[in-house]
Structure formats: C-alpha cells, structure tokens
C-alpha cells in the first residue's frame, strides 16, 4: 500500500471514530431534545436547499456513515444531498468490497522480501536462467524450499516460451534404467570470430550428468577421436555402454578402441538426434548458457572459456533431472523449515565468466 493511500484509509478511521463518538453521545440524550435539536438542524438546511447551493462531495468517511445510519432511520424522507439511488450505489459497494475482503484466497504466505530480492537479482544477473534453474539454486545452495512456480511471480517479465518435444518412451525406459552404466558422446561446432571452424567433442557420464571429458580441435580425425576415448576411459568406472551416432569420423578402428575398453557401443538411427538426448541437452546448455554469449578470438580462447564453464558446470551449476543436485557431488545446503535467510547471513555470488553467470552460497555476516 502507497503512502498516500495509507493517509486516506487512516483519516477515514478518524472521521468514522468522531461520528462513533458523536452518536454515542447523542444516544444518551433526552428523545425532546434530539427532536428539537433534528429539527433545528432541519431548518438550517432548508435554507441552503431553497438556494440551491451544491455541497461538496461525499468522502468515505461521510458514505459510510450515512449507509450505517440510513438503517436506524426513514432515510428516504430526509435524504437531500444526492439521490436515493446514489445511496443505495453506496451501499452495494460496501457489501462489494466486504465480500471481496471476505473470499480473498487463503494461501501460502509470500516470501520474505530478502528471498525475493535475491530471486529478482538472480533473474537480472543471470540472463539465461529460468525459475526451475533459480529454484534449483536456492534449494541446493541456500536451502531454501521454493517451488518454480513460485519463483517465476518474482523474476522479472521477460519472453519466450517454454521448450517442448517428443521422445520414444520405450528407448528413454532404457537410458534411465542404466544411466549409471552410460556414456555419450558427440561433436559439435564452434566458430571464432575471424571465421575459423573448431570441432568440440565431449563425453557425458549420463548417471551423473557430469562432463567426464572434453577437447577442441580444428581438424578432427578418427587417430585423435581414439586417443580422446584412451583419456577418457580407464576401464575401472562402473559405465558399460558408449551412445555415438552415425558420423564417419567414428570408424571401425575408433568402434575396436572402445569395445577393447570393455564398452559396448549403441549406434543412434541415422537422423535421431533424440536417440542421443542427454547429450544433444548438454550440447545445448553450452550453447545458450555460454557460446552464444561470448566471442571467441581463437583456439586458446575457446578453451579457457570451455574450461572455465565446464568447471562451473560440474561443480557448481545445479540440475534439476539430479534432485537437483551437482553432478561432482558438491554438499548441498540443509533445508531451512522457513524461507527465509537465516539472520546472522547474507547471500554471497560468485562470478563464473565475468559475471555470465553466478554461484550463490551463504557466508556469515561479519561483526
């Protein structure tokens, strides 16, 4: 409520509190003199009712008093200053606005405004989160509990709609069930800004969500794409099946490198990118949370800006498919019974990629 809306609605209580005073006192008195005194003030008005002087208009206060009174009275008879029908208008607006206040919705409290301010500052700072990432956040990082639903009525409006798409549930039912048993794989494009091609492959631990590894390179070969799975995998881990698609840079001598790892591999149909969906998400994910936001000079640039968010992505960036949890896993804030920030604490956030992106943790306030 504005400042300006508070003085009315207080000085309307003032007024309602004086005519209160008022008729209790004239309550108290002789039935002769309230008579005599009605018809005096009567007489008085008569003389501003002959010469048609308009009154000032009606405040609440004075509304909703003479609808109080009109009940107690034959207010029709000695109604002079509006219309019967203004009254009766001023009565269904009060009986409007009790039921309003009466069927208000009983729900859940709002979030303290600290908690909110740190959503709208997570909104503002982070341009290519949306609430189920805000939400993840705050319930990993800080422990406190808040739906995305909730947290998208405190982000700042902003465009777009959600992404949506179809999956065979028969092959999903598979990856699920032996996500800790699974790895993907695949390539994919980046161009520096004098227009030179970069090929990045990347290696997915689908259990864990977590980037078990990746490289650039400008020109991609079957000897070097081996070579990254000899890095990769040390044939100690629990994985036992490799997802790669079709593309000829994976040959019969890469296929040989992996199965003499003890993987087996599963080729995706040719033209189903949803086949390999975990990792096509990942691909994705870097894409709009870090390539599509920087400018990379060259092959060394592109490498501290993929180190960096690969960092920040296994160690720092939560997910929701895990909980949410972190794919390194990184100890998760306890849940606090009420959301709020604990008094004593602030919320702390750490730049990732000058400021692309932030991690936010709780740090004691210092005395």
């Given at each position: 409520?504005?400042?300006?809306?508070?003085?009315?609605?207080?000085?309307?209580?003032?007024?309602?509190?004086?005519?209160?005073?008022?008729?209790?006192?004239?309550?108290?008195?002789?039935?002769?003199?309230?008579a005599a005194e009605n018809?005096?003030?009567?007489?008085?008005?008569?003389?501003?009712?002959?010469?048609?002087v308009n009154p000032r208009r009606a405040d609440d206060a004075t509304r909703i008093a003479l609808v109080a009174l009109?009940?107690?009275?034959?207010?029709?008879?000695?109604?002079?200053?509006?219309?019967?029908?203004?009254?009766?208008?001023?009565h269904r607006k009060g009986f409007r606005l009790?039921?309003?206040?009466?069927?208000?919705?009983?729900?859940?409290?709002?979030?303290?405004?600290?908690?909110?301010?740190?959503?709208?500052?997570?909104?503002?700072a982070n341009w290519t989160w949306g609430e189920e990432r805000i939400a993840a956040e705050l319930l990993v990082k800080l422990g406190i509990p808040v739906s995305p639903r909730t947290v998208r009525r405190y982000m700042p409006p902003r465009g777009g709609a959600p992404r949506a798409g179809t999956r065979s549930a028969q092959w999903s039912t598979f990856v699920r069930n032996h996500?800790?048993?699974?790895?993907?794989?695949?390539?994919?494009?980046?161009?520096?800004?004098?227009?030179?091609?970069?090929?990045?492959?990347?290696?997915?631990?689908?259990?864990?969500?977590?980037?078990?590894?990746?490289?650039?390179t400008e020109h991609p070969t079957a000897d070097w794409?081996?070579?990254?799975?000899?890095?990769?995998?040390?044939?100690?881990?629990?994985?036992?099946?490799?997802?790669?698609?079709h593309d000829s840079i994976y040959s019969e001598e890469v296929d040989r490198t992996i199965t003499a790892m003890g993987l087996t591999i599963l080729k995706t149909p040719v033209r189903a990118p949803q086949a390999n969906a975990f990792c096509e998400r990942l691909i994705g994910t870097l894409r709009r949370e870090c390539l599509d936001w920087v400018i990379r000079l060259n092959e060394d640039h592109l490498r501290t800006i993929?180190?960096?968010?690969?960092?920040?992505?296994?160690?720092?960036?939560?997910?929701?498919?895990?909980?949410?949890?972190?794919?390194?896993?990184a100890p998760i804030a306890p849940v606090l019974k009420e959301r709020r920030i604990p008094d004593g604490y602030r919320v702390v956030a750490k730049p990732v990629l000058a400021g692309l992106h932030h991690e936010y943790l709780l740090e004691p306030v210092a005395a």
């Open positions: 409520m504005s400042l300006s809306r508070f003085r009315a609605a207080a000085r309307t209580l003032v007024r309602l509190w004086a005519d209160g005073v008022r008729f209790g006192a004239a309550a108290v008195r002789s039935r002769a003199q309230l018809l005096f003030l009567r007489k008085q008005l008569a003389l501003y009712v002959e010469r048609q009109s009940r107690l009275v034959e207010w029709r008879r000695i109604l002079t200053i509006v219309q019967p029908a203004t009254l009766i208008r001023w009790f039921w309003r206040w009466k069927s208000k919705r009983r729900g859940r409290p709002p979030l303290p405004v600290r908690v909110q301010r740190v959503i709208a500052d997570m909104a503002s996500a800790t048993a699974i790895l993907a794989c695949d390539f994919f494009v980046a161009i520096s800004a004098t227009f030179r091609v970069f090929y990045v492959f990347v290696v997915l631990d689908v259990g864990t969500r977590r980037i078990r590894h990746w490289n650039v794409t081996a070579q990254q799975f000899r890095m990769a995998v040390s044939g100690d881990e629990p994985q036992r099946f490799l997802i790669h698609d993929l180190r960096e968010w690969v960092a920040h992505y296994n160690g720092g960036r939560p997910h929701t498919s895990l909980g949410p949890g972190i794919p390194d896993g």
